[in-house]
């Protein structure tokens, strides 16, 4: 069984800072792209950054030079730093990884919540 386990989430002022965390755990042999999503209320979730195994990144336009992913291939672990926080930021997010165990799937979080607010 494969798990994916986020934490850092909290509260934020505005131009604050925040690092999320995710751990994948289990049967695992290989993982490719590993990623992070946001869904705020109200609206479909959506890419905020992903990043494959050998670095490769893309980030969506909102977050570009704010937002930074990096990740441990020893350890399975995905981080996003945020740097300068907006309101428009708060969400939850999930942490996405198509992780080659028994089978080849994809697999998310359970999410963690992001508030910005003053």
């Known amino acids: 069984q494969v798990q994916l386990v986020e934490s850092g989430g909290g509260l934020v002022q505005p131009g604050g800072s925040l690092r999320l965390s995710c751990a994948a755990s289990?049967?695992?042999?290989?993982?490719?792209?590993m990623g992070w999503y946001r869904q705020a209320p109200g609206k479909q979730r959506e890419l905020v950054a992903r990043?494959?195994?050998?670095?490769?990144?893309n980030y969506a336009d909102s977050v570009k030079g704010r937002f930074t992913i990096s990740r441990d291939n020893a350890k399975n672990w995905v981080y996003l730093q945020m740097n300068s926080l907006k309101p428009e930021d708060t969400a939850v997010y999930y942490c996405?990884?198509?992780?080659?165990?028994?089978?080849?799937?994809?697999?998310w979080g359970q999410g963690t919540q992001v508030t910005v607010s003053s």
């Open positions: 990043i494959t195994r050998s670095g490769s990144t």
């Open positions: 996405n990884a198509y992780i080659l165990g028994v089978t080849m799937n994809g697999y």
């Open positions: 289990g049967s695992i042999f290989n993982i490719y792209d």
